[in-house]
């Protein structure tokens, strides 16, 4: 599945690695970006968009790759970041492993092994790319409500019957019933089980 | 000690007590007073002894005496008892009766031996005798006047002894009256002879005198006092002595007869004894005389002791006496004088004594001293004499060994802590040692302790100078040295582990650059070979054309990453000098000596007497060998330490200096033998695979070749030529 909207991002000081590694994404219809340090990275490229970062970790001078990595977490880059190295330091490897690095490869090894871990990088940011979306719509779904509808709405996800909602708010039983048939029609769900779901996946709170 | 003094204590003055010179002729009387006293009581002892033996002569003359006389008292009796007798003498003129009275008196006296038996009237006449037929017959003879017919004729037993009037010998007469009823008729008279007396006086060598009541010596063993007086006659006594003439009458009468005895008599009555002064023989000689009185005869009988003896006795004591002073005086000189000297060793032998007392203190104590020092070292002592038979241990070397001393005295090669797996080694050391210089030598090698364990020591011998300069044997010193080798074995292994961390650490930051630079064309050329794939199979002609001309660009890249690192490690031929590869082996081996010896191995160097002149980098060739030799030894790590040889020779061949290193090891197999040059490819728990690549790239940078062959029977040999300089 290769989405247009995804971007597959290749951060390498060496221009020679660079440009070989866009051709062949190129070559393989990804949307390519290439930067030739950490820096133009983050200042131009949308950290928050879905993809897959090619990251060299090895980059001198300006940031090294490792620092891009963390920079990407604490903005909580929804980007998968694979690591590449030219000498793979293993404990180095396997401590981004643990802090959310997709996967960390050394330049020495074969290019299917590469293209096949991009692949699934790329998948994989998919799959995410979609669930944003979906949260993306739902939150936004969520913001047309008005602020007693989404009283209403945070109560009756756990599942309470009208009456102790309207005792809770301090409303009439007809007033929570009137919010509830608005919030479903404007969230476009059925019942408070959807409700649930739609405000879990969303992150609302 | 002074010569002076020794001669003045040898002088006999001094040895005598000193004495006041007024007190010698004290001394002197004193001793002549001992003298005559000695004298005096050695003259008295002998005088009792001739007291005695006068005495027992007395005792002996008496009974003699007494035994002759007793024998014909009564025979004048007894023979008048015959009727002849009184016959006769009532009618004296019958001659029959006269011829048988006289053959009755022949017969009867030579029965009983005496001298003369025969019958006188009342008158005194003869009336017959036992000598009626021989001249000087006593018939018709008259012997009234003699006392002993006066005596019989008057009743009694006639006695009387006297020189016969018709015989002049003297005799001893016994007469007895012949009776018929109470009517005298006549005497009966024998005379007997003294002569068996006198025979047996004349034997002693002492004068006997028989003195008659008158005091007249009547028998003499000395015939001129016979008849003399022994002391003044009375008148009376002379005149009855002239009336019966006992002396003899007439012609018989001798010269000396009444005169005084011709002897000096001195009286000692209190002794018991008189000293009389007598000619004998011609000579005048001193006796003691002794008296018997013999009361039947009314005789006195003198024995004689010559005083001669008694003088001869004192001055036999007088001798002795003053031969055994003078005796004791010497004695006593002598006596002090070996005293003296006895107390002069005694005081040099104490003097010695002390001296070797001392001496022997000071041996005592240096030899304590020196047993508490060698008991003290740590460090084992051995003596050996000649024959390397052993003579001395110390303690120490007992705790080195686990010997007892007693165990390894008098032990000959091969000793008992010898290591059975070394005994080659040690016969080549003990041989090396006992034949060679007599100087200090040191080795290291290896003994078997008794409990089994190995023990590492440093032996050094030094030989041992007896006090006349010969050398006795040989006195070595065992260090033990086990510890001292493990700690270095251990040092160095520590230091081998660290070298290898640091070589890795060094070879890993190598590799890792190496594989950074190079992972950047390799990803490069990886990426633009996918590309052009896709961008053929896309039918995107120029972008295959900039992929294909990236991967040439890459690998260009990649080729200059390598030239450029190879420039920077290519191991350079550092110097270029005339190099003796004799010299390099000799230098190589004593920079491995420590290393061989600590594996137990042993280096063999045969080296060629030719010229071995290289032109090259020393310390580069000698890192060529070093390796070698290093292999060599570590391929023979687990052999018996008789098998841990590494054989190095050097030799020129065909204008090639060439060097041969082998060992005995396991060899090389075919499929090592493949890879043995490679790099990185090692057999070795912690090689690097290196080392021979770089020897290989050594000897090739000199123009040689390094090679190796696998021994036919064990191990294997790696050669390497370097060419001979010109």
Same mark, same amino acid.
């Given at each position: ?64 790759g ?56 790329m ?75 739609l ?7 | 000690?002074?010569d002076?003094r ?23 009387a ?17 005088m009792?002894n ?13 009974l ?25 003498l009532q ?15 022949h017969a009867?006296?030579?029965?009983v ?19 009626w ?30 020189v016969?009037?018709?015989?002049c ?12 009823g ?23 060598t ?16 000395l ?36 005169k ?12 018991g ?27 006195t009988?003198?024995?004689?002791s ?28 002598y ?22 007392? &001392? ?8 030899d304590?001293?020196r ?43 091969p ?12 016969w ?6 006992m034949?060679?210089p ?7 090698t ?23 300069? &010969?050398?006795?044997g ?6 033990d040295?086990?510890?001292?080798? /493990?700690?270095?074995?251990? &040092?160095s292994?520590?230091d081998? /582990? ?55 660009? /890459? ?18 031929t ?27 191995a ?8 030719n ?7 020393r ?6 060998l ?13 052999n018996k ?30 499929e ?9 490819f ?22 040689? /070749? ?21």
């Amino acid at each position: 599945m290769k989405t247009l909207n995804l971007n597959l991002f290749i951060v390498d000081d060496d221009k020679d690695v660079r440009e070989s590694l866009a051709a062949l994404f190129i070559a393989r219809h990804y949307r390519v970006q290439a930067f030739e340090s950490g820096e133009s990275f983050l200042a131009r490229a949308d950290a928050q968009s879905c993809g897959c970062l090619l990251l060299d970790i090895d980059m001198d001078p300006g940031m090294s790759g490792l620092q891009v990595f963390d920079e990407l977490h604490r903005l909580d880059s929804p980007l998968l970041v694979i690591l590449l190295s030219g000498v793979l330091n293993v404990p180095i490897a396997t401590s981004y492993m643990d802090k959310g690095a997709f996967y960390c490869l050394e330049k020495g090894r074969e290019e299917s092994f590469l293209l096949q871990r991009v692949e699934q990088a790329m998948q994989r940011a998919g799959d995410m790319a979609v669930k944003v979306k979906t949260a993306q719509d739902a939150k936004a779904l969520w913001k047309t409500l008005t602020p007693r509808e989404q009283d209403v709405a945070r109560l009756n996800r756990h599942g309470w019957v009208n009456k102790r909602i309207a005792n809770e708010l301090n409303i009439g039983v007809r007033a929570v019933e009137t919010h509830n048939l608005h919030l479903f029609k404007k969230l476009g769900i059925r019942n408070s089980t959807e409700l649930d779901r739609l405000m879990r996946e969303s992150d609302i709170r | 000690m002074t010569d002076s003094r020794l001669t003045a204590h040898q002088s006999p003055e001094h040895l005598l007590p000193r004495i006041r010179r007024a007190w010698w002729p004290l001394l002197l009387a004193a001793w002549l007073v001992l003298m005559v006293v000695c004298g005096e009581w050695s003259a008295q002892g002998e005088m009792r002894n001739l007291v005695l033996e006068a005495d027992s002569n007395l005792e002996m003359q008496s009974l003699s005496l007494r035994g002759v006389t007793q024998r014909f008292k009564h025979i004048p009796f007894t023979s008048g008892q015959k009727d002849d007798i009184p016959a006769l003498l009532q009618s004296p003129a019958h001659p029959d009766l006269k011829r048988q009275v006289n053959q009755y008196l022949h017969a009867l006296n030579r029965r009983v031996d005496s001298q003369a038996l025969y019958l006188m009237n009342e008158g005194g006449s003869c009336m017959a005798a036992s000598n009626w037929n021989e001249t000087g017959s006593f018939v018709g003879d008259n012997y009234a006047f003699r006392s002993y017919f006066q005596q019989a004729r008057s009743g009694g037993i006639g006695f009387e002894y006297a020189v016969g009037t018709t015989s002049c010998t003297p005799g001893l007469y016994y007469a007895s009256p012949v009776r018929v009823g109470e009517t005298m008729l006549g005497v009966m008279a024998i005379k007997v002879t003294l002569s068996e007396i006198e025979k047996s006086w004349v034997q002693t060598t002492n004068p006997l005198f028989l003195l008659d009541r008158h005091g007249v010596v009547i028998l003499s063993t000395l015939p001129d006092f016979l008849y003399t007086t022994t002391h003044e006659l009375s008148a009376q006594e002379l005149q009855e002595i002239d009336a019966s003439g006992p002396y003899g009458k007439g012609k018989c009468v001798r010269d000396s007869i009444l005169k005084p005895a011709p002897w000096q008599s001195r009286s000692q009555a209190k002794t018991g004894y008189q000293i009389i002064t007598a000619a004998v023989n011609g000579q005048s000689a001193r006796f003691l005389v002794r008296s018997l009185y013999l009361q039947e005869f009314d005789w006195t009988l003198l024995a004689t002791s010559n005083l001669a003896s008694v003088e001869h006795a004192r001055w036999i004591a007088v001798a002795i006496a003053f031969l055994s002073t003078l005796a004791c005086v010497f004695g006593t000189l002598y006596w002090r004088q070996r005293e003296k000297r006895v107390a002069d060793l005694r005081k040099a032998r104490g003097e010695l004594e002390i001296r070797v007392a &001392q001496r022997t203190r000071e041996l005592a104590e240096r030899d304590a001293f020196r047993k508490a020092m060698e008991d003290a070292l740590l460090v084992g002592m051995r003596a050996r004499d000649l024959d390397g038979r052993v003579t001395y241990v110390n303690p120490a070397l007992c705790d080195i060994t686990g010997y007892g001393a007693d165990e390894m005295l008098g032990g000959l090669p091969p000793y008992i802590y010898w290591h059975p797996e070394d005994i080659e080694q040690h016969w080549r050391d003990n041989n090396a040692a006992m034949s060679g210089p007599a100087s200090i030598t040191g080795f290291e090698t290896r003994f078997r302790h008794k409990l089994g364990h190995d023990v590492l020591v440093m032996i050094n011998n030094a030989p041992l100078i007896d006090a006349d300069g &010969q050398q006795s044997g040989w006195m070595s010193s065992v260090v033990d040295v086990t510890a001292q080798k /493990q700690m270095q074995a251990h &040092q160095s292994r520590q230091d081998e /582990q660290l070298r290898q961390v640091q070589r890795r650490a060094v070879m890993e930051e190598m590799a890792s650059s190496l594989a950074h630079e190079i992972n950047q064309p390799l990803i490069a050329i990886g990426a633009s070979n996918e590309a052009a794939k896709l961008f053929a199979e896309q039918g995107n002609i120029p972008m295959l054309h900039s992929s294909l001309e990236r991967i040439a660009l /890459q690998k260009q890249r990649a080729a200059n990453i390598i030239k450029t690192i190879r420039d920077h490690t290519r191991i350079k031929t550092q110097g270029n000098e005339t190099c003796n590869m004799n010299a390099i082996v000799d230098s190589v081996a004593t920079f491995l000596r420590a290393e061989v010896r600590q594996r137990n191995a042993r280096l063999v160097i045969h080296q060629t007497p030719n010229a071995t002149e290289v032109q090259g980098d020393r310390v580069l060739l000698e890192q060529v060998l070093v390796n070698l030799v290093m292999n060599g030894l570590q391929a023979m790590q687990d052999n018996k330490v008789k098998n841990r040889v590494v054989d190095v020779e050097t030799g020129v061949l065909n204008g090639v200096v060439f060097v041969n290193v082998g060992d005995m090891g396991a060899g090389i197999s075919a499929e090592v033998g493949k890879q043995l040059f490679k790099s990185f490819f090692t057999t070795k728990v912690d090689g690097l695979g290196m080392g021979l690549n770089i020897c290989r790239t050594i000897v090739e940078n000199h123009g040689g /070749q390094l090679v190796f062959e696998n021994r036919i029977d064990q191990g294997v040999v790696f050669s390497f030529t370097i060419p001979r300089s010109t």
